[in-house]
């Protein structure tokens, strides 16, 4: 079973609509984020959690919100879905500040 | 070669030859990076990492280099297999955290049978 496991894998969407991706993790790492990755361009940072009461806001937080609802489980929402935020949203891990990321396979979001 | 920010280059190998991957970063004071495989439909992969006190790092098949004068990372890759092909990326950070990584676009790395 994979470490870090995202659902769902592929989802199409229309503008307005409310879209929740989730992240669960098997390794028990305290520190969690999520990550947007387009064509051309690196990954960046929309969220990161360091801890259940830890929430912070990462380089593109705008449109987005999260919620930690246990150590082992991180998600996204996105409130109002807009047509740029179609992309690849990458749930990652770590197990402390200054260590290696652990990624899930990734959520392939479409919205229309 | 990939610089942190642009374009998407390319670059294929023969298989069993070695292969060069570049990456040119822009701040000065990162300190650690790291390099990630990302292959077709899966989440990146850890390759190897180094830190701003060292110039060189060796894994299995692997090796980073670091050149703090012109601000240039390179991974090499020693007898390039087919199950090498994949998106391979840098990313840099000025404290080593996690967080404040800035990850590169990439370069794709095609092996030739």
């Known amino acids: 079973d994979a470490d870090v496991t995202q659902t769902p894998r592929n989802r199409i969407t229309k503008t307005g609509k409310r879209i929740m991706l989730e992240c669960s993790q098997t390794k028990g790492h305290d520190r969690m984020y999520w990550y947007r990755q387009d064509p051309g361009l690196g990954l960046r940072l929309i969220y990161y959690s360091f801890d259940v009461k830890d929430i912070n806001k990462g380089e593109i937080s705008d449109g987005y919100s999260v919620s930690r609802q246990a150590q082992a489980k991180f998600s996204l929402s996105l409130e109002s879905a807009i047509p740029n935020q179609t992309a690849l949203y990458f749930c990652?891990?770590?197990?402390?500040?200054?260590?290696?990321?652990?990624f899930g396979s990734g959520t392939q979001l479409s919205v229309l | 070669g990939e610089s942190v920010g642009l374009h998407l280059p390319t670059l294929s190998v023969q298989e069993g030859d070695n292969s060069i991957i570049n990456c040119a970063y822009s701040?000065?004071?990162?300190?650690?990076f790291i390099w990630y495989k990302q292959e077709s439909g899966k989440g990146p992969q850890f390759i190897i990492d180094?830190?701003?006190?060292?110039d060189k790092r060796q894994g299995q098949r692997v090796t980073v280099l670091l050149n703090k004068t012109v601000k240039h990372l390179s991974l090499q890759i020693a007898a390039t297999q087919p199950g090498d092909s994949a998106v391979y990326f840098c990313a840099e950070s000025p404290s080593g955290s996690a967080r404040q990584l800035t990850f590169g676009s990439g370069t794709q790395l095609t092996v030739l049978p």
């Open positions: 701040n000065s004071a990162s300190d650690y």
């Open positions: 180094i830190r701003s006190n060292m």
């Open positions: 990652a891990t770590s197990r402390g500040a200054n260590e290696k990321l652990f």
